[in-house]
T-cell receptor
Framework: GAVVSQHPSRVICKSGTSVKIECRSL??????MFWYRQFPKQSLMLMAT?????????EQGVEKDKFLINHASLTLSTLTVTSAHPEDSSFYIC??????????FGDGTRLSIL | GENVEQHPSTLSVQEGDSAVIKCTYS??????FPWYKQELGKRPQLIID?????GEKKDQRIAVTLNKTAKHFSLHITETQPEDSAVYFC??????????????FGSGTQLTVLP
């Protein structure tokens, strides 16, 4: 089946650091990738949607200058959390789609900002 | 936009009993409804999905029903086992973004199967 690889799985860093998370589709072309954030005991909240070669579309309330998304190829999307602060600590999960359902999820990245 | 409500938030059942989780959605244009099982710290795992052109789908102990008129869908797990314990999320396809439809998730149900 379709495989999505997400790295790193865990990041612990100091406040003010920028963190990059990669999401790769290994065996299909991901024309669309989605980035979600999940706080403890809460649901997945869509942050942004990226289509290959286009600018990402951000959900209301998500700062595009803080969460930089790049989807330069059909197999790779990156999310960069710039100048991260403790309130950005969360579980970030990507998913990828070739235009059909279902989406395929990565394993997630646990981000902890000290 | 799409709004998905999920109930109950917690559900405890005895091993062997059935569990039912219900969701409602608001966007009549939604046409795809997946259910996910998520264990702590892991990715959501698709367990079953249904499209709007069918009313029911079954896969072994798991079934999903869809009522388009009432805009609600339900997950049914029969003969529950302790390994079914997890958080379950429903979702509905919402707005289209480029080539893929976005998913809106319900708030989740913590299912506990008591041995």
């Amino acid at each position: 089946g379709a495989v999505v690889s997400q790295h790193p799985s865990r990041v612990i860093c100091k406040s003010g650091t920028s963190v990059k998370i990669e999401c790769r589709s290994l065996d299909f072309q991901a024309t669309t990738m989605f980035w979600y954030r999940q706080f403890p005991k809460q649901s997945l909240m869509l942050m942004a949607t990226s289509n290959e070669g286009s600018k990402a579309t951000y959900e209301q309330g998500v700062e595009k200058d803080k969460f930089l998304i790049n989807h330069a190829s059909l197999t790779l999307s990156t999310l960069t959390v710039t100048s991260a602060h403790p309130e950005d600590s969360s579980f970030y999960i990507c998913s990828a789609s070739d235009g059909t359902q279902p989406q395929h999820f990565g394993d997630g990245t646990r981000l902890s900002i000290l | 936009g799409e709004n998905v409500e999920q109930h109950p938030s917690t559900l405890s059942v005895q091993e062997g009993d059935s569990a039912v989780i219900k969701c409602t959605y608001s966007d009549s244009a939604s046409n795809y409804f997946p259910w996910y099982k998520q264990e702590l710290g892991k990715r959501p795992q698709l367990i079953i999905d249904i499209r709007s052109n069918v009313g029911e789908k079954k896969d072994q102990r798991i079934a999903v029903t869809l009522n388009k008129t009432a805009k609600h869908f339900s997950l049914h797990i029969t003969e529950t086992q302790p390994e079914d314990s997890a958080v379950y999320f429903c979702a509905a396809s919402g707005r289209t973004s480029g080539s893929a439809r976005q998913l809106t998730f319900g708030s989740g149900t913590q299912l506990t199967v008591l041995p």
